[in-house]
Every structure is written in structure tokens, then in C-alpha cells.
């Protein structure tokens, strides 16, 4: 069965300060991998997806990057951390097709002071 | 207008209580959907899934799609205390990626 890992479970950051959060996948193959924020109030954000190696959209500007450099590895970064960054960033990940139906992992909660 | 709305509650019942929860759609392009249960401090896990209109029964748990007048619906029968979460909506067309359409959830609270 497939399993969705994130790290670290919590974290808290000064602003200015870089962020990285790793995301992995067990059991399945060229999944399409996703970033989401969610803040409260404001549902789930979609930030990034990634359909492969190197493939990687953007959906919202901000100071956050991601990378997938490998099949299975998603990683969200910034350079430096705002107030506003603040929230709960979950991965998610489906298998593709007609219907792209995705499971998330167990989220980080991020608190940039 | 945003494309998937949803009631953010909170709704509180009591326990054994029969559950209607509710999203309306605006783009009639979807075709699948899906609800999300989320504990507090959790990652949103994967409920129920249909295509299409109809119903589709797993246990307690009923999801409903009427797409003539783009509403679904999740019904809860015999309500616990361990249903106490947030529910997510969420709706897709077919075949497009990263866009998945969630709504912003519904807060339920299950009182014994």
C-alpha cells in the first residue's frame, strides 16, 4: 500500500530565516505530487504540483520554491520565511489519470515569528 | 464566485443524530467528487468518491451528487463522537491535473 511521509511535524521559524520540508511517497510509482497551505478561514491553497522529475507548476507568486529531485521526493523551500508563511502545509499525491484523486500526509505546522 | 462553496459551520449534534452535509458547484465541467474527513491537526484523508450523479453508500456514510442543480451532499447516519471533525468537499473535471476544487470544509461536532 502506499504511504505519504512528511518532516518535520511541527516547526517554528524567525522571519528571514530559510525553510525546508520534505515530502515522500512509499508504494507507487511517478506519483503527481502537490503542495498545499492551509491557513484558517481559508480552506486548502493549492501552492505547487509536480507530474515528474523536474516538472513543477506554480500556482500562487510567493517567496516559496519547490523541487522534486527525485521520483517519489517533494521538497518546499524559501529563502526567507515571512510572518505570513505561517500555517499548515500538507503533501499530497495522486496517481494520475482521469480522475486525480489525492491523498495527503499527516502535514507540518509552520510558525514563522 | 468561487467554484466549490461550502457551509463552514461549525454544526454541533448530538450523538446518534442523522448528519446532512452540503456543497454547491459552479462549473459543470466537474464530474468527479469526493469528500475529506479531517481531524484537528491532521492531513485530510479520503472518505468517499463518486462519479457522476447518484449515490454511493460505504457504512454509515452516503454521498450524493445531483448534478442537475451542482449540489453534494454527505449524510452521516448514527452519528459518534469519534465523527467530530472537518469535512472537506472537493470536485474535479476529468483528466485535469493539480485542479482539484476543494471547498473550505465544515466543522461537525458530535456531542455524547
Known amino acids: 500500500s502506499q504511504t505519504i511521509h512528511q518532516w518535520p511535524a511541527t516547526l517554528v521559524q524567525p522571519v528571514g530565516s530559510p525553510l525546508s520540508l520534505e515530502c515522500t511517497v512509499e508504494?507507487?510509482?511517478?506519483?503527481?505530487l502537490y503542495w498545499y497551505r492551509q491557513a484558517a478561514g481559508r480552506g486548502l491553497q493549492l501552492l505547487f504540483y509536480s507530474i515528474g522529475i523536474d516538472q513543477i507548476s506554480s500556482e500562487v507568486p510567493q517567496n516559496l520554491s519547490a523541487s522534486r529531485p527525485q521520483d517519489r521526493q517533494f521538497i518546499l523551500s524559501s529563502k526567507k520565511l515571512l510572518l505570513s508563511d505561517s500555517g499548515f502545509y500538507l503533501c499530497?499525491?495522486?496517481?494520475?489519470?482521469?480522475?486525480?484523486?489525492?491523498?495527503f500526509g499527516p502535514g507540518t505546522r509552520l510558525t514563522v515569528l | 464566485q468561487k467554484e466549490v462553496e461550502q457551509d463552514p459551520g461549525p454544526l454541533s449534534v448530538p450523538e446518534g443524530a442523522i448528519v446532512s452535509l452540503n456543497c454547491t458547484y459552479s462549473?459543470?465541467?466537474?464530474?468527479?467528487f469526493m469528500w475529506y474527513r479531517q481531524y484537528s491537526r491532521k492531513g485530510p484523508e479520503l472518505l468517499m468518491y463518486?462519479?457522476?450523479?447518484g449515490n454511493k453508500e460505504d457504512g454509515r456514510f452516503t454521498a450524493q451528487v445531483d448534478k442537475s442543480s451542482k449540489y453534494i451532499s454527505l449524510f452521516i447516519r448514527d452519528s459518534q463522537p469519534s465523527d467530530s471533525a472537518t469535512y472537506l468537499c472537493?470536485?474535479?473535471?476529468?483528466?485535469?491535473?493539480?485542479?482539484?476544487?476543494f471547498g473550505k470544509g465544515t466543522k461537525l461536532s458530535v456531542k455524547p
Open positions: 499530497a499525491w495522486s496517481a494520475g489519470g482521469m480522475s486525480d484523486t489525492q491523498y
Open positions: 463518486t462519479y457522476s450523479s
Open positions: 462549473n459543470s465541467a466537474f464530474q468527479y
Open positions: 472537493a470536485s474535479q473535471a476529468g483528466g485535469s491535473q493539480g485542479n482539484l476544487i
Open positions: 508504494g507507487t510509482s511517478n506519483p503527481n
